[in-house]
């Protein structure tokens, strides 16, 4: 058996990786190895805050880990919000606040362009390794569907006429930018 963590408290997050992985694998959430730190994400990009919170775990817990980092690009607002999308519109994380605020930034944009995209850091004893996921669609005139949590009201996917928050979870998950991070990183566990 080997163990390797995922730096993050989020139990859906967990269960969904965790029912992609081989029997071999055990997956530990950062809880349950007894890391509870609240890394800051003071990186520009999304790789760099990953790493940092994959580097902090793997100090403490010295096993495979893991740390994922996502966000959302707009082609015409120059990637943006980028590595601040929970925080688009300030302090306190305010989803509702966020969408607004990006729909009026976009108010006029003929490219409504965009795409999720998820990094995820993995750090073992000799190597950081990134595995990157995205989606491609396009932003919405307004927000539709109550399914979901962030921009996903606003969000449809390429190839889709309805936004994230109108789709059921599996159907989401099956095409999202955190699956298909997840499914570089599960290519190469084997090999950890
Ligand atoms: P995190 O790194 O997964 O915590 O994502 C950071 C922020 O990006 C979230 O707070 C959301 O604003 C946005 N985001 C990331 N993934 C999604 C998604 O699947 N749907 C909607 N918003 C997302």
Redesign the pocket.
């Known amino acids: 058996m080997k163990t390797i963590v995922f730096a993050s408290a989020n139990v859906h997050k967990l269960e969904e990786i965790r029912a992609m992985l081989p029997e071999f694998i055990t997956l530990m959430s950062s809880a349950e190895v007894g890391f509870h730190e609240d890394v800051e994400e003071t990186g520009d990009t999304f790789e760099e805050n990953a790493e940092l919170k994959a580097e902090a775990l793997y100090n403490f817990t010295g096993k495979p880990c893991f740390a ?5 690009e707009v082609k015409a607002l120059k990637k943006q919000p980028g590595v601040k ?2 925080r688009y519109a300030g302090e306190p ?1 305010n ?1 509702q606040k ?1 969408t607004e605020l990006l729909l009026k930034n976009l108010e006029g944009k003929s490219d409504r362009s965009a795409r ?1 995209v998820t990094l995820i850091c993995l750090k073992t004893a000799d190597k950081t390794l990134f595995f990157e996921g995205e989606v491609k669609g396009s932003i919405a005139e307004a927000p539709r569907g109550d399914k ?5 009201p606003i ?1 449809i996917p390429e190839g889709h006429t309805r936004t ?1 928050a109108e789709m059921s979870a599996e159907e989401k998950n099956a095409i ?3 699956k298909n991070a997840v499914a570089k990183l599960l290519d190469f566990v084997p090999y950890i």
Do not use: M
Request: proline content about 0%; aromatic content about 24%; overall charge negative.
């Open positions: 994922d980092d996502s966000g959302l999308s929970a994380v989803h966020n999720f979901g949590f962030g921009y996903d969000f994230f999202s930018h955190r």
